[in-house]
């Protein structure tokens, strides 16, 4: 996993010292974990502990977590990565912390990824999903040049057992089209 630069964003890896960046400006939030499968953190620990877990995972050569960080300010604003595997192709998921939704940075990160994993980790196709209601995240991915799959309910995750609905969506790297 490289380090990968977009206009205005730096995607790196997580470090010990951006606890404070993700606990402020993202697991904190009541809003921000409304449609993750994790609650919003209560305590500065719990987002230590993930940072944590985060570095030791990039010992996985299948670990790809990038923090996504403002280049103009150097402030740490949210996080993409591969949340999983679905027969052995990804499946990317990421968080933004609200101050900076609506600017289109999440979509240019989620490009970059999509275009680094596609042309320079040669998979064939990359999943995402997200919660139904959660326009914005919707159409993040819709303006990546994911394609829908299909609509279904799950529980929303082990600590968030409530039924959610979720649109499952699919790129593939023949058909792709990525600005």
């Known amino acids: 996993m490289?380090?990968?630069?977009?206009?205005?964003?730096?995607?790196?890896r997580l470090?010990?010292?951006?606890?404070?960046?993700?606990?402020?400006?993202?697991?904190?939030?009541?809003?921000?974990?409304?449609?993750?499968?994790?609650?919003?953190?209560?305590?500065?620990?719990e987002t230590v502990a993930y940072i944590g877990y985060c570095i030791d995972d990039y010992k996985n050569l299948h670990?790809?977590?990038?923090?996504?960080?403002l280049k103009e300010t150097g402030a740490l604003m949210g996080i993409i990565?591969?949340?999983?595997?679905?027969e052995g192709e990804p499946e990317i998921g990421y968080i933004l912390?609200?101050?900076?939704?609506?600017?289109?940075?999440?979509?240019?990160?989620?490009?970059?990824?999509?275009?680094?994993?596609?042309?320079e980790e040669n998979?064939?196709?990359i999943y995402a999903e997200a919660h139904k209601d959660n326009i914005g995240s919707n159409r993040v991915i819709e303006k990546c040049g994911f394609?829908?799959?299909?609509?279904?309910?799950r529980p929303q995750s082990q600590s968030?057992?409530?039924?959610?609905t979720v649109n499952a969506y699919r790129i593939n790297k023949n058909t792709a089209v990525i600005e």
């Open 2 to 12: 490289k380090e990968i630069e977009t206009e205005r964003l730096r995607l790196r």
């Open 15 to 45: 470090k010990e010292d951006d606890a404070e960046d993700v606990f402020y400006s993202v697991t904190s939030s009541e809003n921000v974990a409304r449609y993750v499968t994790w609650h919003a953190h209560t305590d500065i620990s």
């Open 63 to 69: 670990c790809y977590r990038w923090g996504i960080e």
């Open 81 to 86: 990565d591969v949340v999983g595997y679905n």
């Open 97 to 119: 912390g609200e101050n900076y939704w609506g600017h289109g940075y999440m979509t240019e990160a989620c490009r970059a990824v999509v275009k680094y994993l596609l042309f």
């Open 123 to 125: 998979f064939k196709t």
């Open 147 to 153: 394609h829908f799959i299909k609509e279904y309910s």
């Open 160 to 164: 968030k057992p409530e039924i959610v």
